[in-house]
């Protein structure tokens, strides 16, 4: 990914500290939004559990016909309305 952002720009660029720690900022904070997948591996790990807690405790994703989850037995560990809208996962 370092040599494309070098192709496009030029060669060297990213061999400076501060350029290369900007290449790594977000579009929106005027970066170029190449992020390391070492430092997405946590993030992607929480966001595909609170996708499988959801089904565990109500199966509301359609996996799961109507009138429970997997473990409603859970609900009492996560409390009631964690994953809904504006809940406290």
Same mark, same amino acid.
């Given at each position: 990914? !370092? ?31 190449i992020r390391s997948l070492a430092t997405l591996a946590p !993030?992607?790990?929480?966001a595909c559990f609170i996708e499988s807690a959801e089904v ?34």
């Amino acid at each position: 990914m !370092i040599q494309a952002v070098e192709a496009v720009s030029y060669v060297g660029m990213c061999g400076d500290g501060y350029a290369r720690r900007r290449v790594h900022l977000p579009a929106r904070m005027r970066g170029c939004g190449i992020r390391s997948l070492a430092t997405l591996a946590p !993030i992607a790990y929480c966001a595909c559990f609170i996708e499988s807690a959801e089904v565990m405790l109500d199966g509301s994703v359609g996996v799961v016909a109507a009138g429970g989850g997997f473990f409603d037995m859970l609900a009492p560990t996560f409390g009631v309305g964690a994953f809904d809208v504006g809940g406290h996962r």
